[in-house]
């Protein structure tokens, strides 16, 4: 059966607690490196709780705690460069009952993105993001899951004269299988693989 979300107005406001620390770290000429752990307690959180198996309602939760690490890095060599993020967070539900320890809906542990380019000074470029999203749960009761996905975008701008450009543009490239939404096996998908050509007029 599909799920509905039944609207509640009597929410208490979310209250967060925690913080973060970090290092930058530039070990060499064009490198960089990024780490920053964080701890956070969201008290009161907002959530959909399951009443029924086909109806979820919006509820203050006793609190979401959420720990991890993120890290970052980038290299620049001439025309050339690489960007590369990965987070890691570990967040749990605190709140009596079934959901206690459970991952909050919708919070993957694991995401990640790598970025190539290529920009002379003059002339084509070109750059390709492959990201990738974890596991995560569409429900409370880690019922209903959505499984990891992993996706390439591609951009090439090619000038075509001093005030002429050339956009090309792919998303989902490899027409990757994207689930945004399972609610008891009712399921939505990402954007498909979609190509994209513009041009750009500079004055």
Do not use: C, K, M
């Not at 208490?12 to 960089?32: K, Q, V, W």
């Not at 009596?96 to 991952?103: A, E, N, S, T």
């Not at 002379?120 to 019922?143: M, N, Y």
């Amino acid at each position: 059966f599909p799920v509905t979300t039944q609207a509640n107005d009597a929410l208490d406001l979310e209250r967060l607690r925690g913080g973060e620390i970090g290092i930058d770290l530039a070990p060499a000429r064009g490198i960089a490196i990024g780490v920053t752990g964080f701890y956070n307690r969201l008290e009161g959180a907002i959530g959909n709780v399951t009443l029924a198996p086909n109806l979820r309602q919006r509820q203050n939760l006793g609190a979401i705690t959420a720990r991890g690490i993120e890290l970052t890095a980038s290299a620049r060599r001439d025309a050339w460069s690489l960007t590369a993020s990965y987070a890691f967070s570990d967040a749990r539900v605190s709140q009596p009952g079934p959901v206690d320890g459970l991952r909050p809906a919708q919070s993957p542990p694991h995401s990640a993105s790598v970025t190539i380019a290529w920009a002379p000074t003059r002339g084509p470029t070109l750059s390709a993001t492959v990201r990738h999203v974890g596991q995560q749960f569409e429900d409370d009761l880690e019922l209903d899951a959505l499984p990891p996905a992993t996706t390439v975008d591609a951009v090439l701008r090619l000038p075509l004269g001093p005030q002429l450009e050339l956009n090309l543009r792919a998303e989902n490239a490899f027409d990757a299988r994207v689930v945004t939404r399972n609610a008891g096996g009712s399921i939505d998908l990402g954007t498909p693989r979609t190509l994209w050509i513009g041009a750009r007029l500079r004055r």
